[in-house]
Structures are given as structure tokens and as C-alpha cells.
């Protein structure tokens, strides 16, 4: 059974730094491109990287661009989010998620086309 799961996130000061982790259990993560999204409670879901299972190439969202980078360990079946000089408004439930190609459209990662995703991992970004 294809499963992703999310862990890292936590309670962190502004400025401050997490990692996050996508565990991918039943496929091999290298066969697709791995999207991280955020949605907080009542609010739209967001895009806010991707890396492609075809070339390892990365892409960002420019609300996040050059704070968060983006990473992946095949041979661990690993995806990973690090997020540096994190700000209030990154407050939300972080989800990776499986999809066949990054898209980048108007500075946002497009999240139209995913398949599976995880249970999501909080970060709250607060003093």
C-alpha cells in the first residue's frame, strides 16, 4: 500500500529553522516528483515546493524562495523540506505529496494534480 508520511514540524521562533521529512513507504519515491504543500485549518491549500522525480530539478514558490530548500534521498525513499528565516505566515499544516511533474505557474507550485499525500506535520511560527 503506497503511503507517505510527514514529520519535523514543531513550535519554532521566527527566524528560526526546521526540517521536515517525507517517508515514503510501498513505491519508490524516484518515480515521481515529490510536492510539498501547505493548508492551514479553513484556508486553500498552497504549494510551496516541488522536486522532479525525472531530473531532480527544484522549483519554489516565491513566498518561499531562498528561505526553503528542497531535497530528496532516493536511496532512502526520503524527501526533505528544510525551512530557514521561517515567519508567522508560514504557520500551517505541511503535506508531501506525490505528482507526476513539477508546475510553477504565476510564482505558485501547482498542487492541481496530486495523487497521495500524507497526514500533514504542524509547524507553528510564533514567539
Known amino acids: 500500500q503506497a503511503q507517505l508520511v510527514e514529520s519535523g514540524g514543531g513550535l519554532v521562533q521566527p527566524g528560526g529553522s526546521l526540517r521536515l521529512s517525507c517517508a515514503a513507504s510501498g513505491f519508490p519515491l524516484d518515480l515521481y516528483s515529490i510536492v510539498w504543500f501547505r493548508q492551514a485549518p479553513g484556508k486553500e491549500r498552497a504549494g510551496v515546493s516541488c522536486?522532479?522525480?525525472?531530473?531532480?530539478?527544484?522549483y519554489y514558490a516565491d513566498s518561499v524562495k531562498g528561505r526553503f530548500t528542497i531535497s530528496r534521498d532516493n536511496a532512502a525513499n526520503m524527501v526533505y523540506l528544510q525551512m530557514s528565516s521561517l515567519k508567522p505566515e508560514d504557520t500551517s499544516i505541511y503535506y508531501c505529496?506525490?505528482?507526476?511533474?513539477?508546475?510553477?505557474?504565476?510564482?505558485?507550485?501547482?498542487?492541481?494534480?496530486?495523487?497521495?499525500w500524507g497526514q500533514g506535520t504542524p509547524v507553528t511560527v510564533s514567539s
Open positions: 522536486i522532479s522525480g525525472l531530473d531532480g530539478n527544484t
Open positions: 505529496a506525490t505528482d507526476h511533474r513539477c508546475k510553477v505557474v504565476g510564482g505558485v507550485v501547482s498542487t492541481d494534480s496530486l495523487t497521495t
